[in-house]
């Protein structure tokens, strides 16, 4: 069993920055894919950025167009966290932000939210302009 408590959100102006963390307890959490999601009021929640587990190695990544060169997400093993810096955020950043873990060992990180077991209550990031 896995749970996840993220943390980091707040209130920001357009071109600020902002780094979310995701605790997990659970000593399986570092082999399985963790992502962040996004939903904003009124929309589907959309994967954001992922990370795979330990046992690949390297650390496997993967953004949704709109995030790159802007968010970036990584894991520290030892702390069980996963972190996702975002820089550059926009007022269309605005949202509640979700982390979750798959539960499954892969390679890929799915952008689905069906293949996530596990998820966090949420964060809620808002952008000011």
């Known amino acids: 069993q896995v749970q996840l408590a993220e943390s980091g959100g707040g209130l920001v102006q357009a071109g600020g920055s902002l780094r979310l963390s995701c605790v997990a307890s659970g000593s399986t959490f570092n082999m399985y894919p963790v992502s962040w999601f996004r939903q904003a009021p009124g929309k589907e929640r959309e994967f954001v950025a992922g990370?795979?587990?330990?046992?690949?190695?390297?650390?496997?990544?993967n953004y949704v167009d709109s995030v790159k060169g802007r968010f970036t997400i990584t894991r520290d093993n030892a702390r069980n966290t996963v972190y996702l810096k975002m820089n550059a955020l926009q007022p269309e950043d605005t949202a509640v932000y979700y982390c979750a873990a798959t539960g499954k060992l892969a390679v890929s990180i799915p952008p689905w939210r069906d293949e996530y077991e596990y998820w966090g209550l949420g964060t809620q990031v808002t952008v000011s302009t």
């Open positions: 990370v795979a587990g330990i046992m690949w190695s390297g650390e496997k990544t």
